[in-house]
């Protein structure tokens, strides 16, 4: 995992992206069986669906998460693979999870509609066909878009970062010593590492590394 410096330490490239298609055409457009579309400035991003622990691990979070809004129904709205347009003609993400707490949590919620503006926790899971941009230009839009945090983990190298709004752009926010994390914006929540670590091993029928 690179330090929290090297979050957005570089500027997107022409090369990252695929073609050009306009967001009329975009929004017309049916994910391909295996990939996931996003949209950059009208430039296509295209992603491979997650690997199995890439997978596992974002449904562990989900549940997690969702488990807290069922007890807080009042605190968050939690979703995953949700599209954010940042801004509606410019750009769509979709992070593997993410927590909305400000007021378009209280709804009413368009069961059919897009989400607009950024979420306040984005929650993206590491892959390598992803990392670079999980660690660039996402960083980069999700902090210029107003996200209050984004967390980062890794199913392979058994990481997980946590990043809170800085004046400039993004600070680290560790854990504590028992590797527990809590954020103010969901109180009350937390977030043990090495337990969700335990739980991924758990349901890949594998043993704890040693």
Not at 21 to 27: I, K, N, S
Not at 73 to 100: H, L, Y
Not at 140 to 147: D, V
């Amino acid at each position: 995992m690179r330090l929290p410096g090297s979050l957005m330490a570089r500027e997107p490239q022409a090369a990252d992206y695929a073609p050009r298609v306009e967001w009329a055409e975009y929004l017309a457009l049916d994910d391909p069986p295996g990939l996931r579309l996003e949209l950059e400035e009208g430039r296509l991003l295209v992603s491979p669906s997650g690997r199995t622990a890439h997978n596992v691990l974002r449904d562990l979070l989900l549940m997690l998460l969702a488990a807290y809004e069922e007890e807080h129904p009042d605190r968050c709205f939690v979703v995953s693979e949700q599209s954010f347009f940042m801004p509606e003609g410019k750009r769509d993400f979709r992070p593997d999870v993410a927590v909305i707490v400000d007021a378009r949590k209280d709804g009413p919620i368009d069961p059919v509609a897009w989400i607009h503006g950024a979420p306040d926790i984005a929650v993206e899971i590491l892959s390598a066909s992803t990392e670079e941009r999980d660690l660039g230009l996402k960083a980069r839009r999700y902090f210029e878009q107003g996200s209050d945090e984004y967390w980062v983990l890794d199913p392979v190298a058994r990481t997980a970062s946590f990043f809170a709004r800085g004046e400039r752009g993004w600070r680290d926010f560790p854990v504590d010593e028992a590797g527990v994390y809590r954020t103010a914006l969901l109180p009350g929540l937390e977030l043990s590492i090495p337990a969700l670590w335990t739980r991924l091993d758990r349901k890949l029928r594998q043993s704890a590394p040693g």
